[in-house]
């Protein structure tokens, strides 16, 4: 029975997936692709790697700044309240996902017109769409308790389509070949974390109602995540095409069964 709600529950999630990776890859080939929408999409990514909202326990001032806040204000509580081995975690996973904005953030500074700044994190913004998406995931969080960040955990990078769609344009020339190399140095990162959303599912004695629930939220999330990057990418699908993706009129992404160590 578990095995078969896993299968629907990625079967859900599959060709949404298609779709966030259907947007990066039709804007590498876009005709309105330029050095413009480049930067943009970049300042962007390094708005989620710094600010953005991740769905962990102490990350809701963002996925990185917040973490390290949180962690300054609980280092008295360690082995008090506080496992050390948990703190260690936090830790390593802040490494990990700062130097995703590094990647990205020197991919961008590589690019940049001469005499424009830097990056700089101060000078980063969300976008409308983003924002709806991180008001969505705190809502399932806040309504659904365990279940809704379950959820949030699974949704998390969208089956790391960006940087597969990305890693694609390796051997390239120019900023398509930085972009492969900066996607490649993510990628095996952000999948163990959409990994992390599935592991131990199958010891949580969820009743089938949780599990139709849990269809539900991925559902939502991941519409929310295909205008998110839509967006970040200057739409490169029209509405029409996006609609379709949400009607489901596209081939599903095959997940990865044996790397997720799930029987298919």
């Not at 039709?26 to 769905?55: I, M, P």
């Not at 991180?134 to 959820?151: I, P």
């Not at 009743?207 to 929310?224: G, S, V």
């Not at 998110?228 to 200057?234: D, E, I, L, P, T």
Request: one cysteine or more; aromatic letters at 10%; charged letters at 30%.
């Amino acid at each position: 029975m578990t095995t078969g709600n896993i299968q629907r529950l990625i079967g859900v999630a599959a060709p949404l997936w298609a779709g966030e990776a259907e947007v990066v890859r039709t804007y590498w080939a876009s005709s309105g692709r330029s050095l413009r929408t480049d930067l943009l999409w970049l300042r962007r990514q390094c708005f989620k790697e710094f600010w953005g909202s991740g769905v962990g326990k102490y990350d809701r001032g963002g996925v990185f700044l917040g973490q390290l806040r949180n962690l300054a204000d609980k280092a008295l509580e360690i082995d008090v309240s506080i496992d050390r081995h948990e703190i260690l975690e936090v830790v390593e996973g802040l490494k990990a996902e700062f130097s995703h904005y590094c990647h990205f953030a020197d991919l961008y500074d590589s690019i940049r017109p001469a005499g424009t700044p830097k990056m700089h994190p101060k000078g980063l913004d969300s976008w409308p769409e983003d924002d709806a998406l991180t008001a969505l995931r705190y809502r399932h969080q806040d309504e659904h308790g365990a279940l809704g960040m379950r959820a949030c955990k699974l949704s998390e990078g969208g089956y790391c389509t960006l940087f597969s769609e990305g890693m694609k344009l390796k051997g390239k020339p120019g900023v398509d070949g930085k972009i492969a190399e900066a996607c490649a140095k993510v990628y095996d990162d952000e999948f163990e974390h959409m990994l992390g959303g599935i592991a131990g599912i199958v010891q949580e004695g969820l009743a089938d109602a949780d599990w139709r629930l849990m269809e539900k939220l991925i559902a939502e999330q991941l519409r929310h995540r295909i205008r998110m990057r839509n967006a970040q990418f200057s739409r490169p699908l029209p509405e029409e095409r996006v609609q379709a993706i949400f009607r489901g009129e596209i081939p599903p992404i095959e997940f990865d069964y044996r790397r997720a160590r799930l029987a298919a």
